[in-house]
């Protein structure tokens, strides 16, 4: 997949980076995020619900759960670029989401984006739309295709996988009316948000908050380990650009303790942190990893949960390095 910005220029251990100078690269190099390895933290529990809570846009996250996984589908429209198979879905009552089926494409895991979800609101963001599984019939996607999209059932035949009786089981997530491109992932842009994050730089006043949403955002990517987040089209905001949403992590959880390179690479260049998101990096822990997702079973095996907290401990290490080179007051500046 060809990757905006950064992500594919990073080749072979980060020798080059295409576009960037070779100072910039030198000094990534140095700042790397080290391999991972025993950790000496103290997590204490996070509370767990027994089921959502929170809001997202203002609505309640149990309200948007509850009218995904029940309502009437009465279009489905299959969303156009991307290498894999989404739909937009219309239901009965007005409201829509978005729809990803299993599918023989690699890079797309439905359950994924319910465990970011789940994970998200157990660090206490809101910034995953609320997410939750539903099986859905082969002719209740095809049938609700409008007349001029039916050439599209030889698509949906060949790359999702249907049970024997046609059902297939994937993850509706609440349906965003607007949002726009950041543009965080370009060149230019990185490269000015990777100078604003450094500590000793001012960040704009106007970009306090997007830079607080994206500082937390690469820990998160780290956590969940998804290495796409800057492939292009994976960094999108409210109308507003107040609101940068956390989307698309359908790729992600491989088994890399150490987390991928790309994840390693923009969070070793962010210096300024929140401290909220901290706080809940260090209470988090196996079992209430385990409980959160509980709530949905299966959607991460035990593996890829213990990996998590591996790639947690990485992240903390970076944050910590910093806060022993700078002091806490430059690097918890965020909230």
């Keep these: 997949m060809a990757v905006a910005g950064l992500g594919m220029g990073v080749i072979a251990g980060v020798k080059t980076l295409r576009g960037v100078p070779e100072a910039d690269a030198s000094t990534l190099r140095a700042t790397m995020v080290v391999p991972v390895g025993p950790g000496s933290l ?42 894999s198979i989404s739909f937009r879905l219309d239901f009965a009552d007005g409201s829509r989401a978005a729809f990803k089926p299993e599918q023989v494409n690699p890079q797309t895991v439905p359950r994924k984006e319910i465990a970011a979800y789940r994970i998200g609101r157990l660090l206490g963001f809101n910034h995953v739309p609320p997410a939750t599984s539903r099986t859905v019939h082969r002719d209740e996607l095809v049938g609700k295709l409008p007349p001029d999209m039916q050439w599209m059932a030889r698509r949906i035949d060949a790359e999702t996988l249907f049970d024997e009786e046609g059902f297939t089981r994937g993850e509706v997530s609440y349906w965003i009316p607007i949002i726009v491109d950041s543009h965080l992932d370009t060149l230019e842009n990185v490269l000015e948000w990777w100078r604003w994050m450094t500590v000793g730089e001012e960040i704009p006043p106007e970009k306090v908050r997007l830079m607080e949403q994206l500082s937390s955002l690469l820990l998160f990517d780290m956590l969940t380990n998804n290495s796409d987040r800057f492939s292009g089209g994976n960094l999108m905001t409210s109308a507003d650009g107040r609101i940068l949403f956390w989307m698309d992590n359908t790729f992600g959880f491989q088994l890399e303790p150490e ?49 998590v907290l591996a790639r947690r401990d990485a992240a903390l290490r970076h944050v910590d390095a910093q806060i022993a080179q700078h002091g806490e007051a430059q690097v918890l500046v965020f909230p």
């Design 259 to 307: 987390g991928h390179l790309r994840c390693r690479t923009y969070l070793s260049r962010c210096q300024k942190f929140s401290r909220k998101m901290i706080a809940a990096l260090r209470r988090l822990d196996l079992a209430t990893l385990r409980a959160a997702l509980a709530i949905e079973p299966g959607v991460l095996s035990e593996a890829e949960m213990r990996a």
């Design 42 to 83: 103290e997590p204490g529990p996070l509370e767990v619900a027994a089921d959502a809570t929170g809001t997202f846009l203002g609505m309640k996250d149990e309200l948007l759960l509850d009218r995904m996984r029940t309502a009437e589908i009465v279009k489905a429209k299959l969303n156009k670029g991307g290498s």
